[in-house]
């Protein structure tokens, strides 16, 4: 029988074989890819000596087409939990130079463990993906496993926050584990991501087209809108997602660490009064004015690439992660067209699952109408907003910039869709169409029978909106809890937020409600 030193002896070695990776040669040859090998992947993460590995030993079982005498160190995927900065994360890192990380049986039973213990726990999970695709040696074992995996992120979606790095390939049915995590990040040279890559699309369509083109960054941060962040490298990924944790909290029943700030929660910004030009077809950039008001000018932009006519991110108010969603003027004049009511949707549930409070600032002249959106399913889409602003129970503060048009008024948040509190500023323009558009149906007759119909309708459009295209009415109607000068808007949302903190205790805002599962969002 071995002895105890022998026994140890006997750990030590096999666990060294597991861990050193592969040869220097390949981790070379990786290095000038400028790839990062899984372990220095999850070293770079973690905060420095915190991580503990789970299923180090874990192998597959599979005999068949040679696999009896294949070794795959850990099954092609590290898996465990640590700290980062100061706080628990559960993470996975695929390793591709283990049989190219692909994903079999044994692969999934890990990924889906670490999910289902992150959840368990109430700890962020972090998944670095980095992979070759399905093993097909393992046959019905590996399409299993996907089930296991896709089950156990839809489960933990909305108890855990869920980030996913993609540093590598990620192709086939293994694409859906990244896309259905709550912000997917994509290292722009070498992520790669797609439900088919460009060998089997020119078998089976005749399409010839190549990597980067069908499945690189551009395909999905300003196309598919499924990637949200795009990151330089590795180590910029990971930053990244660093930066984004900080903004969140563990779980769902937690809310996001606050932070000490030195910024004044009162400081006025004098530079706002100047901003809006005087003519209301001018734009401006709505994001001098969010950096402008949030801590520090501190704002973290998601899908930035994407939609572009709409702005989401964190900034933090007072020390608080706030969601921000805006127009903006600078592109499209700020329309809400299908990608930008998605974009805007989810991010919103987002921070409704996670109790983070969101704060809008609008400048919309309405949803895009045309018959290629008509026909799109404009209408189903943008309902995607009012939805979510119905059904949300966190602090919701609006703050009216210039336009809030037809639907666009409830899309950028109003009081009656929900908002708790809604400030506009001197320049708002809160009505149900703009002038020129209501003058021209109120008065069309009047105007065309006129024997002066240009002197007619510069008349009525003057009057319709001296009567209706203006915060003061809103105001008057209580549709508008305060007209603010710009400058004491981050002022004005600090306070607000001060005295919403408590929206939720003791979930009165849902015992408050009929019982439901969840409501038939359009999809």
Known sequence: MATTKDLLEEYQKRRKKITQMASPEEIEKRHKGNQWTARERIDYLFDKDTFTEIGVFVKHRTTAFGMDKREIPGDGIITGFGKVNGR?????????????????????????????????????????????????????DTLEAYGWTFRSQILASGVIPQIALLMGPCLGGQAYHPVMQDFLIQCKETGFMGIAGPAFVETQLGEKITLPELSGYKAHAVKSGCTHIVANDDKDAIDKCKALLAFLPSNNRENAPRLTTKDDPERTSLELDTIIPDQSTRPYDMKKIIKAVVDDGNFYEIMALYATSVIIGFGRFNGRTVGIYASQPMQAAG???????????????????????????????????????????????????????????????????RKSYAGAHYGMLDKAIGADFVYAWPTARITIVGADTAASVIFAREIRESKTPEETKTKRIQEFSDLYENAFVAAERSCVDEIIMPHDTRKMINRALDILQDKNKDNKAFNARYWRKYSNINL
């Open 88 to 140: 628990y994360v559960m993470a996975m890192a695929e390793d591709y130079l283990a049989m190219a990380g692909t994903f079999g049986e044994a692969h999934g039973k890990k990924l889906a463990y670490a999910i289902n213990f992150a959840k368990e726990k109430g700890w962020p999970f972090v998944g670095m993906n980095d992979s070759g695709g399905a093993r097909l040696q393992e046959g019905m």
């Open 335 to 401: 329309v809400i067209n299908i990608d930008a009511a998605d974009k805007a949707a989810r991010f919103i549930r987002f921070c409704d699952l996670f109790n983070i409070p969101m704060v809008t600032f609008g400048d919309c002249p309405g949803y895009m109408i045309g018959s290629e959106q008509d026909w799109k399913g404009i209408l189903r889409h943008g309902a995607k907003l009012l939805f979510a602003w119905a059904d949300a129970t966190i602090p919701l503060i609006s703050v009216m910039i």
